[in-house]
């Protein structure tokens, strides 16, 4: 076996790949080192690869793994790892960031494949991170992870549940912080955008030690970022709404509207004879009466249709029809991009016992204050008012009738601003030790604690149980502007505080080494066992808990569950030195697991590495994965979601949707498939190609259906329930009320399954010319499925679709990266594409849709590193140095646009200084 691999230079050139597209980096050096030196190949193949427990020198592995290098992430100006992850071509579907103002809780998450965060795997030096944010958070918050403190980070593109258990089925990402620092080094950083908001500031130093019996690392990182408003910025000054049919567009918003909005009863009069007080036809009231449609069945007609019930709305003092012109633009009240201050602490320490035995540890602490703004609350009466003219607003005689049962919403200007704000405490500690037997097999236990504790506040709401108590007892007139001003709302605004937390508790030892030679190699293994425990509760605002405020109640989470989970993995030589078959390694592990909550199974993985030619190898894997519910999905109560949808039964683009746990869920299963190529040709220096296809199917999938599927699967155009005898809509319970706000139930289940797959493809070229070093690198996925099924097995189709709740599937996304280096300075572009695609909002008729797609998006950015001396460093960038704007599609999600997938704050500046010695 030669000391430098085929494996290797491929890890190595993809390293370069993987880490050049994923972001604008100056100067990236794996190792600092050049591509053709030995020390750097030797450097490389000492590295242990994510996905496998075995200490090898070679590291070859049948997975594909990018790697990030620090210098990678500095040069890109992220303050917070979710910067780099999130622009990787493998990311996808939905994933929290500064950007996202409505629902984010200043959380920020990964999400490889699309297949959502809780199905990415966050490990911290190869072990799991708490799951951290805000409320009874089940997946991590990369906000957490101090990104000073980062060596390099390793992305897993292939299911490793074997390996790591529960939640590695779309892959893992392994975040390597300093270890074995010595000297000192600050950093300090500013951005801004070129609409000169959403600044950011950010200053950390590292300190480390390392004497006879081992090492110290301290690092420290403080980061405050500024708001942005939507109001500043053309796309997303006001809502755009389309008129119907999509032919026109027009600045909307909601029909909660200021100075109120009053919804007539059309049905005033009318006693329905039918069964449970029915209307049947005959029924007669003051506007219309029931007559026979062409179903035979019963339908309201008016006696004049220009004598209709009450639409009007209150805005500027004086009641009035209601038109689009008294929509509220709550975007002028929104955050585009929301502001934090982020406090990370961290150490890393090793001592050793002895000559065989180390002592380890690990601490990380963050302290995270954000916050979000939205516009003033939107408030409805769930139970009709009835007009009564002799203690109501007199002003309504004449467009409604006496005893009328009033639907009414309003926007509660007067009171201000919903503010949102969370502080969040998240504490981790590891400590072990770890040894290596006179036979050379290693050994390592450890104790890995974790602590995540949140409380979260939303100022300006208001009790409208109280409210409604007091309209009943003719306290409180609602048609009335006055009422809702002053020291007569006053004592019905309140603030709503909750709790959330989530705790983690794992004890694991492992062993390692090699078991004997064969005719092709060494046979290795590793075996371990875990102990796992994990709970997490969230306490909500004692009025939201009681239903008293206007959103629906908000019930309260609380549970935990342990597992026992014991683990082989073995590296299989099987043949070396032939024709066509230089090495071919085989891979296997197998993981047993019982869970408190669901009992045992177990999931195994099979990998195949076929070094062919020194220039060719074929690498490829099969596993089953599975994830478990979390304390989350299995004790969430259930709470409200107000989702973006479109449906011709109502001008309103929000649902209420009620979500929340299942105690009945069981752990989805996965069935996963990689094969890929890797060729580095001799006659071409520094060149590398990798293609890996994937496709994962994933059984008993845990999900919520997309909330504008269910409203157009059950409801019609009228407004009347469709489908009903489908699992779908029985479950869903839908409903639309006389104000147009269409409602329905979307907790979570074991829906039917998810399937994916697709290609990576990775071109790496590291060469010389003009007296200076290049890197190039072109990092492509191509989608090829992405399919969901519902309860009764009906596919939902997601491939080349933007949604609005739920991310985008792009068919193609290509990063591209090329940096020149020279003595003292590197400069660094990159270029990133995202395909067109459709709004899944317009699937079934793109033609009622003004913007039934997006068209292809690029962004461009530039970066640049200068040593002005061996100790001091200056660097800075452009990012979107075109000021590409989101698009606008049907259907949208925020901000009219997506802001999961397209940058919505333009081009941005920043610079740093770093003194290191």
């Not at 130093?205 to 019996?213: A, I």
């Not at 709550?330 to 955050?335: F, G, L, T």
């Not at 004449?398 to 919403?409: R, T």
Request: aromatic share 10%; net charge negative.
């Amino acid at each position: 076996m030669s000391s430098v691999s085929l494996t290797a230079k491929a890890i190595r050139s993809s390293f370069i790949a993987a880490a050049a597209t994923s972001v604008a980096l100056s100067g990236f050096v794996y190792a600092e080192e050049s591509a053709a030196g030995s020390n750097a190949e030797e450097s490389v193949e000492r590295i242990q690869v994510t996905g496998s427990r075995i200490k090898r020198a070679d590291m070859e592995t049948s997975s594909p793994v990018s790697v990030i290098d620090a210098s990678a992430i500095m040069a890109s100006g992220a303050t917070s790892i979710d910067d780099v992850l999130q622009k990787m071509t493998a990311s996808g579907g939905a994933m929290t960031n500064a950007a996202v103002n409505n629902g984010s809780g200043g959380n920020a998450r990964v999400n490889l494949r699309g297949l959502g965060s809780n199905r990415t795997l966050v490990l911290v030096n190869g072990r799991r991170m708490i799951a951290s944010g805000t409320g009874a958070a089940s997946s991590v918050d990369l906000n957490t992870i101090p990104v000073s403190m980062i060596q390099r980070v390793e992305v897993l593109k292939d299911g490793a549940s074997a390996v790591y258990g529960t939640d590695a089925i779309a892959g893992v990402v392994n975040v390597i912080l300093k270890r074995d620092f010595e000297g000192f080094e600050m950093n300090v950083q500013t951005g801004m955008s070129g609409h000169g908001d959403a600044d950011e500031t950010s200053v950390d130093f590292t300190v480390g030690n390392t004497f006879d019996k081992g090492n110290v690392v301290i690092n420290a990182q403080f980061t405050k970022r500024g708001d942005a408003s939507q109001a500043d910025r053309d796309f997303s000054e006001c809502p755009i709404a389309e008129t119907s049919g999509g032919s026109e567009l027009y600045c909307g918003g909601s029909s909660y509207s200021e100075g109120g909005h009053i919804w007539g009863d059309k049905n005033h009069g009318i006693v329905g004879s039918g069964e449970d007080g029915a209307y049947e036809i005959g029924d007669s009231g003051y506007y219309g009466h029931y007559i026979a449609g062409d179903d035979g069945k019963a339908k309201f007609a008016y006696f004049d249709p220009n004598k209709t019930e009450a639409d009007l709305s209150g805005r500027g003092g004086e009641y009035h029809d209601f038109t689009n012109e008294d929509k509220y633009n709550y975007s002028k009240d929104s955050y585009l991009s929301t502001p934090m201050e982020r406090l990370n602490l961290s150490f890393s320490g090793t001592y050793e016992l002895s000559d065989s035995i180390m002592f380890f540890s690990e601490a990380m602490y963050s302290k995270r204050w954000s916050e979000q703004q939205m516009a003033p609350q939107p408030i409805w009466n769930s139970t009709a008012w009835a007009y009564d003219s002799s203690w109501m607003n007199k002003e309504l005689v004449g467009h409604v009738q006496e005893g009328e049962k009033l639907n009414y919403g309003r926007r509660v200007v007067e009171s201000g601003t919903r503010d949102f704000s969370q502080v969040v405490d998240t504490v981790r500690v590891v400590v072990g030790l770890e040894g290596e037997f006179e036979n050379g097999w290693t050994w390592d236990a450890s104790y890995n604690k974790g602590k995540n504790d949140s409380v979260d506040t939303l100022a300006n709401l208001h009790n409208l149980g109280s409210i409604n108590d007091a309209v009943l007892a003719q306290e409180f007139d609602p048609f009335t502007q006055s009422s809702w001003e002053g020291e007569s709302i006053a004592p019905y605004i309140y603030t709503e505080i909750n709790a959330g937390g989530s705790e983690l508790d794992i004890m694991a030892a492992t062993l390692s080494g090699e078991i004997m030679e064969l005719p092709a190699g060494v046979l290795g293994f590793a075996a371990g066992y875990e102990f796992r425990k994990e709970s997490a509760y969230y306490t909500p605002d004692s009025l939201t808990s009681q239903g008293l405020a206007n959103d629906p109640r908000v019930e309260a989470t609380a549970g935990s569950f342990d597992v026992n989970e014991a683990y082989a993995e073995l590296a299989i030589p099987l043949l070396s030195d032939l024709p066509l078959a230089q090495q071919v390694d085989l891979s296997a592990a197998i993981r047993y697991f019982d869970y408190s909550t669901f009992g045992s199974d177990n999931t195994w993985k099979l990998g195949l590495t076929w070094r062919m030619t020194d220039d060719l190898m074929v690498r490829g894997g099969m596993s089953t994965a599975f994830r478990a519910p979390t304390v989350s999905e299995l004790y969430g109560g259930k709470s409200p979601s107000f989702d973006q949808i479109v449906h011709p039964a109502t001008d309103q683009t929000q649902a209420e949707v009620t979500v929340g746990g299942n105690p009945n869920l069981t752990p989805e299963e996965a069935d996963i498939t990689t094969l890929g190529l890797v060729y580095s040709p001799s006659f071409v220096e520094g060149l590398s190609f990798t293609v890996d296809y994937y496709d994962i199917e994933i059984s008993n999938t845990i999900t919520k259906v997309s909330s504008n599927y269910i409203a157009n699967q059950c409801l019609d155009a009228g407004g009347n329930k469709i489908n009903t005898g489908t699992a779908l809509c029985q479950s869903s319970n839908i409903e639309i009320d006389g104000t147009g706000r269409i409602s329905f139930d979307n907790g979570l289940q074991n829906v039917g399954q998810t399937n994916t797959s697709g290609y990576d493809i990775n071109v790496a070229y590291v060469f010389e010319g003009l007296g200076l070093d290049w890197r190039a690198g072109l990092d492509t996925s191509l989608l090829n499925e992405y399919e969901e099924f519902d309860q009764d097995g009906n596919k939902v189709d997601y491939r080349g679709y933007i949604t609005g709740g739920v991310g985008a599937y792009a068919k193609l996304k290509t990063n591209f990266n090329l940096t020149a280096t020279g003595r003292d300075w590197s400069a660094t572009y990159e270029a990133r594409y995202i395909d067109g695609m459709d709004s899944f909002a317009c699937k079934d008729d793109p033609s009622k849709c003004y913007a039934p797609s997006v068209d292809t998006v690029m962004y461009h950015d530039l970066s640049a590193t200068y040593d002005v001396t061996e100790t001091v460093r200056l660097s800075g960038g452009v990012n979107n140095l075109f000021d590409e704007q989101p698009p606008y599609y049907t259907g949208n999600n925020d901000s009219n646009t997506d802001p999961y997938t397209y940058d919505v704050l333009g081009r941005y500046f920043f610079v740093r200084a770093s003194v290191k010695f």
